[in-house]
């Protein structure tokens, strides 16, 4: 309806939202591509934190651990529950801003267009009109591709981990069959024995 009753300017509020989400856009840029990296790491951290407290549950309970493991993943989760409130909080707010932008800058174009004297009267009501159905319609979509991006982007390095999980190549079990049994066994003894993960420098344990 828009195209029809005014091509030019529809067109031209059209390009004018698309400068102001792309603009927005690349100012917030840096800060989904930091707390993208955030989430990345602390959901890692938080996954490795569990498995290492459930296998070492039995330590944990005798030595009085609780509480420090307790701590030590409140912390993981505080940062990662932060990061992802900041991606929420960059998706929704442009919505409130512009949409006053909008209603502002219809009206102004609608009086510049039109004027308000008493022979245009009838036509700038209508062209309000038009105009305020127009931007309740369009601003919504603008900002659903606005804040598909912003998930994207705010969960991209995670994507990233996914993708390196399951492009990794399953490790080969060895056959059982060609495995020669033990007959007798009188004792067994561990040497020089550690675990740890490969983009960390410590062992978790030795």
């Given at each position: ?5 005014n091509f030019l300017l529809t067109i031209f509020v059209i390009i004018f939202f698309s ?188």
């Amino acid at each position: 309806a828009l195209l029809v009753y005014n091509f030019l300017l529809t067109i031209f509020v059209i390009i004018f939202f698309s400068f102001l989400y792309l603009t927005i856009a690349n100012i917030f840029k840096f800060f989904l591509k930091k707390n993208s990296l955030i989430i990345a790491k602390f959901a890692d951290h938080r996954i490795k934190l569990l498995q290492e407290s459930i296998g070492s549950i039995r330590d944990i309970i005798l030595y009085s651990l609780q509480k420090l493991f307790s701590n030590f993943y409140s912390n993981l989760e505080k940062e990662y529950r932060l990061a992802e409130a900041n991606i929420t909080t960059i998706a929704g707010f442009p919505k409130i801003i512009l949409e006053a932008l909008g209603i502002i800058l219809l009206l102004l174009l609608c009086y510049f267009f039109f004027g308000t004297n008493s022979e245009n009267s009838a036509s700038f009501v209508v062209s309000l009109g038009v105009f305020a159905f127009a931007a309740n319609k369009v601003l919504p979509l603008f900002h659903m591709v606005y804040q598909a991006w912003v998930y994207v982007m705010g969960n991209l390095d995670l994507l990233f981990d996914v993708k390196e999980l399951l492009s990794r190549s399953p490790n080969k079990v060895p056959s059982l069959t060609k495995i020669k049994k033990i007959q007798s066994l009188k004792r067994v003894r561990f040497e020089k024995v550690s675990f740890g993960y490969s983009k960390s420098k410590k062992n978790v344990f030795e």
